[in-house]
């Protein structure tokens, strides 16, 4: 993912993060709705960031932002079939994506943000997924579970 402030930003940025990260969702989602049986669970994934205003991440947050008002309606338009939407917003998680390129001190300082002192492991992130699709989430829908150990 390349990151830029909005003055240094061209189109050309601009439309490969609408394209992949809000596009790509609502691709899917249309599949999904057309295509799943009653029961069914469809789970987006969003991000923290776009509750952390952080510099150089507007595109990226403003599309996470459109994910989540996505979610919140198809769960609202699948009235009736007994499918559930919701998505995950993870924080810093622990993946070689997160950790290239960052300094170590950078790292250590998000890790700090959130009061569980730690960045999330993908098996955070994993297990809130697998509990959105088990019958135990049953009841939740139009959701949006922030998996980021309390950042924001």
């Given at each position: 993912m390349q990151l830029s402030n909005i003055v240094g930003a061209d189109d050309a940025l601009f439309d490969r993060q609408i394209a992949v990260n809000l596009k790509g969702v609502f691709n899917g989602l249309r599949e999904a709705a057309?295509?799943?049986?009653?029961?069914?669970h469809i789970i987006?994934?969003?991000s923290s960031v776009m509750?952390?205003?952080?510099?150089?991440?507007a595109i990226y947050a403003a599309t996470k932002?459109?994910?989540?008002?996505m979610t919140h309606i198809l769960a609202?338009?699948?009235?009736?079939?007994?499918?559930?939407?919701?998505?995950i917003a993870p924080g810093p998680t622990a993946t070689d994506l997160f950790l290239k390129g960052k300094p170590q001190e950078a790292i250590n300082q998000l890790a700090k943000m959130a009061p569980l002192e730690r960045l999330g492991e993908p098996e955070d992130i994993a297990n809130a997924v697998a509990f959105l699709a088990s019958p135990d989430a049953a009841w939740i829908n139009g959701q949006v579970l922030r998996a980021n150990g309390g950042i924001i």
């Amino acid at each position: 993912m390349q990151l830029s402030n909005i003055v240094g930003a061209d189109d050309a940025l601009f439309d490969r993060q609408i394209a992949v990260n809000l596009k790509g969702v609502f691709n899917g989602l249309r599949e999904a709705a057309k295509r799943l049986r009653e029961g069914g669970h469809i789970i987006n994934f969003s991000s923290s960031v776009m509750g952390l205003y952080q510099p150089t991440y507007a595109i990226y947050a403003a599309t996470k932002v459109g994910v989540e008002a996505m979610t919140h309606i198809l769960a609202k338009e699948l009235r009736g079939r007994s499918i559930t939407v919701n998505a995950i917003a993870p924080g810093p998680t622990a993946t070689d994506l997160f950790l290239k390129g960052k300094p170590q001190e950078a790292i250590n300082q998000l890790a700090k943000m959130a009061p569980l002192e730690r960045l999330g492991e993908p098996e955070d992130i994993a297990n809130a997924v697998a509990f959105l699709a088990s019958p135990d989430a049953a009841w939740i829908n139009g959701q949006v579970l922030r998996a980021n150990g309390g950042i924001i």
